[in-house]
């Protein structure tokens, strides 16, 4: 890769060439180089680190495809050592951890120093969206790792476009990164909101290392975001596509273990045929109001950061086809043929693991539970060229999902936007013997923004609230949830591609074409409503997919509300008022003997 030469004199540039000159002479890196994501870059990259043992090539038939083996130690998002830096605590809010800026930079100066010696210091310069978008904002990482360049170079849109923008003049995030011998011990990310910094070191694992992705489009960009007056968010967005030719936006937040990249890149079932789903994004959107009144979002990312377990050509046909060329997969395992293999991968058996040991059963999966694969988003079949239109997509509606087994019925929606806040806000899941050890433990994440929220959780809200306020139009809010199940425990909808049925219901409600049920939690299809045709789902399961349980959301509510004091006196007025009275009407109802313990729309 060629250095890129000095840029002109003015105080833009020359407050860029300091910043850059300044971290390279405190990590004592031996080398800067510009990187301009050329094809003759990633040749020359790719190469090296082949040759390093950095990289492992995959098989011709998986052409440009290749394996990382991160260190056992970093193999996931550290949120315990990720923190918010404001002058206030009170600002970063309990849903953060908090560190006082001058003491982060102190400590982080401290383990930055020298770390860089007898390296090479790669400027990576990226846009977080369509070039030609006036949605899109800039970063410049300073990396001394040559795969998060390999990353950041599918991740983003990066090299000399974004270069140029920045260097005549739009604004950037700086991102300063260093791999520090991957020392749990000297492990941080750490974000700087007021100067649009990120500082991260001991980690080369996703989130921690591309900083583009979670640190900059979602902690950074949601602060942003409320000072210029959008919405930075961990949501999908699909296009979907009706045989009478309606075309609808869909934004969805999900925890994680909750479907929300099957849902990104969902096909159609047996029985839909002339409708077509395409991929926008899979996992953030950046979304604004627009001169029309309602919200337009864009997908600031140009690839696929997913996890790969569970990824078959049964379970999401559209991900399997898109990771069969030009990917990165970190921690996978390989056969004895060098395939790359995975859990819930139909087919072959592993032969070294994702360490790259010789498969034995007692050493756990041959896979990392949290392996990954990098992909350019255009790999995916079902990908939409309007993923690159400038000013966005507008949203029909905006979904919220956790995974609950009891309680959440299959699908509602909120009465307005101020409940439809109030359902993001209640967003959670319970978790899995297979994950935690003990089943039906409820995590609370709102509007799955848990890690990523870069401000109080009481001032986002308000945020949200205050975006509504401005809409003439703004798109409806559901709930869905695809993990309902019966006493037995097993789960009563078949999920992956018939979760169109439920979507065509939500867009005929956005269109006033189908009706609903008024309860308290939200607005129900009756079972008529939904298409259920083809489906071998009996009608008690509908009815229990449908059911509400007044006793049941009476205790939801009341834990919800523990929940949200957590973040007064910041919590909007709106949702403590709507929590209060959805909590008396609940205990009313449960009350009612003629109602007994639970109702559904057609009782």
């Not at 080398?31 to 094809?39: H, I, K």
């Not at 020359?44 to 440009?64: F, N």
């Amino acid at each position: 890769m060629k250095a890129f030469s000095s840029p002109s004199p003015d105080a833009h540039r020359r407050d860029l060439e300091d910043w850059i000159d300044s971290v390279a002479r405190l990590t004592e890196a031996t080398d800067v180089r510009w990187c301009d994501g050329s094809p003759e870059e990633w040749r020359e990259l790719r190469d090296a680190m082949l040759r390093d043992g950095e990289l492992l090539p995959l098989p011709p038939d998986r052409p440009e495809s290749y394996l990382h083996r991160s260190h056992p130690n970093d193999v996931a998002r550290v949120e315990h050592l990720t923190y918010i830096c404001t002058s206030s605590r009170d600002d970063a809010g309990p849903n953060n951890n908090w560190m006082d800026p001058k003491e982060a930079h102190s400590k982080l100066d401290g383990l930055f120093r020298g770390t860089m010696r007898g390296r090479t210091l790669y400027v990576v310069p990226y846009a977080m969206g369509p070039l030609s978008s006036p949605a899109t904002r800039f970063g410049i990482e300073l990396t001394d790792s040559r795969y998060v360049v390999a990353n950041m170079r599918v991740m983003t849109r990066m090299g000399r476009a974004a270069r140029d923008a920045i260097l005549a003049g739009a604004p950037y995030v700086r991102g300063e990164h260093a791999l520090g011998g991957l020392d749990p011990e000297r492990r941080f990310i750490m974000h700087f909101p007021r100067e649009n910094r990120i500082r991260s070191i001991g980690s080369g694992y996703g989130g921690n290392a591309l900083l583009g992705k979670k640190c900059h489009a979602l902690r950074i960009a949601s602060w942003q975001a409320r000072e210029e007056g959008w919405l930075a968010e961990h949501m999908l967005l699909v296009e979907i596509r009706s045989p009478e030719g309606r075309v609808d936006y869909v934004a969805a937040a999900f925890p994680s273990a909750c479907g929300k990249t099957n849902l990104a890149m969902l096909q159609p079932p047996v029985g839909y045929e002339g409708w077509s789903v395409r991929t926008l994004g899979d996992d953030i959107a950046w979304i604004h109001p627009g001169a029309d009144g309602r919200l337009w979002a864009i997908n600031p990312e140009a690839g696929y950061f997913g996890v790969v377990p569970g990824t078959s050509a049964k379970t999401n046909p559209n991900a399997f086809r898109t990771i069969a060329r030009e990917t990165i997969f970190t921690n996978v395992a390989l056969t004895a043929e060098g395939e790359p293999w995975w859990e819930g991968l139909e087919g072959g058996r592993p032969a070294v693991d994702w360490q790259g040991r010789p498969y034995d059963p007692q050493n756990g999966p041959a896979a990392h539970p949290n392996s990954r694969f990098t992909v350019p988003a255009r790999n995916n079949p079902a990908w939409s060229p309007h993923s690159d239109d400038p000013q966005g997509v507008p949203l029909t509606a905006i979904l919220f999902g956790g995974r609950r087994a009891r309680l959440a019925p299959l699908v509602y929606e909120a009465h307005d936007w101020v409940h439809g806040v109030f359902v993001g806000a209640s967003v959670s899941s319970e978790t899995t013997a297979a994950a935690t050890g003990a089943v039906g433990v409820v995590r609370r994440d709102p509007m799955a923004m848990l890690p990523f929220c870069g401000y109080h959780f009481g001032d986002y809200w308000a945020h949200w609230l205050k975006i509504g306020r401005a809409l003439a139009h703004p798109p409806r809010i559901f709930h869905v949830n695809w993990f309902r199940q019966n006493p037995q425990g097993e789960y009563l909808w078949p999920g992956f591609g018939e979760n169109l049925r439920v979507l065509r219901w939500i867009l005929d409600r956005c269109h006033n074409q189908r009706t609903a049920v008024e309860t308290p939690i939200g607005k129900l299809p009756r079972p008529e409503d939904l298409d259920l045709k083809g489906l071998s789902v009996s009608e008690e399961a509908v009815r229990e997919l449908l059911c509400v349980d007044p006793g049941l959301w009476a205790e939801e509510i009341e834990d919800l509300a523990t929940y949200l004091n957590r973040y007064r006196p910041r919590v909007p007025v709106e949702l403590q008022d709507l929590c209060a009275r959805l909590s008396d009407t609940l205990r009313q109802q449960a009350r009612m003997p003629s109602a007994g313990s639970r109702s559904s729309p057609d009782s």
